[in-house]
């Protein structure tokens, strides 16, 4: 089995770096063909875009009977990917896994993740709420993330002087919210540090977390 496994990961590994269109590349790390890290270009029309994006790959014992097992090097601000760790909630790296997947075509899962958040699903249960909550606000945040963790350059701030990322939206948190606690006479440090402690999303996401963030504050 190990000897099998080891081919058809070098054949995936070739493979891969044959391919010229689809933009996905697997490489080693420290020489290791059961350790990869995968990467991918963010997808268009998406918060992601301009990003680039990479995956931590094992391949376990029984591979390609087993799953492989992933998740986000890069930070990533999205439902189903774990803000925190990294870690990914998809069905096919899980019991949806079947042998003929590869690891190209899963990476082209990952990104196509990207364009399609499963919110009913979620990895991140905070995202998810604030994905549902205002669709608005989460692709801003998501977007400041891809600039601020994937090398997304900021295209449409180049011609709006001042108007880049503030300190708080980089941190994943909405200006409006940070302003709502420092109007009471707290420092912005301060507030900015524990709204993300607490992954604070809003009032109006989840109200009792007002009180949380209250609380912290007055420590």
């Not at 268009?44 to 799953?67: K, S």
């Not at 439902?79 to 096919?92: E, K, R």
């Not at 945040?141 to 990322?165: C, D, F, L, R």
């Not at 999303?201 to 609380?215: D, H, I, K, T």
Request: aromatic share 8%; proline share 7%; net charge negative.
């Amino acid at each position: 089995m190990s000897d099998a496994r080891l081919r058809r990961v070098q054949k995936e590994i070739r493979d891969c770096a044959k391919d010229k269109t689809s933009n996905i590349s697997i490489d080693m790390i420290d020489e290791s063909p059961f350790h990869l890290v995968g990467a991918f270009p963010g997808p268009p029309d998406t918060p992601y875009e301009g990003g680039y994006y990479e995956v931590d790959i094992v391949i376990p014992d029984a591979y390609p009977f087993q799953p492989v097992k992933m998740k986000f090097i890069t930070k990533v601000y999205h439902p189903n990917v774990s803000s925190a760790s990294g870690a990914i909630c998809l069905d096919i790296l899980k019991d949806a896994w079947s042998p003929v997947l590869t690891l190209k075509s899963t990476l082209i899962s990952l990104q196509s993740l990207l364009c399609e958040p499963v919110p009913n699903d979620p990895q991140d249960a905070e995202v998810a709420k604030h994905y549902l909550a205002d669709r608005n606000s989460f692709n801003a945040t998501a977007k400041h993330w891809a600039q601020a963790y994937a090398q997304a350059p900021a295209h449409k701030k180049k011609n709006e002087p001042g108007k880049v990322a503030t300190d708080a939206e980089l941190a994943g948190l909405s200006e409006e919210n940070v302003i709502g606690f420092t109007d009471m006479g707290f420092s912005r440090e301060q507030v900015i540090t524990i709204l993300k402690k607490l992954n604070y999303r809003g009032n109006n996401v989840n109200p009792q977390s007002y009180n949380a963030v209250l609380e912290e504050l007055l420590k």
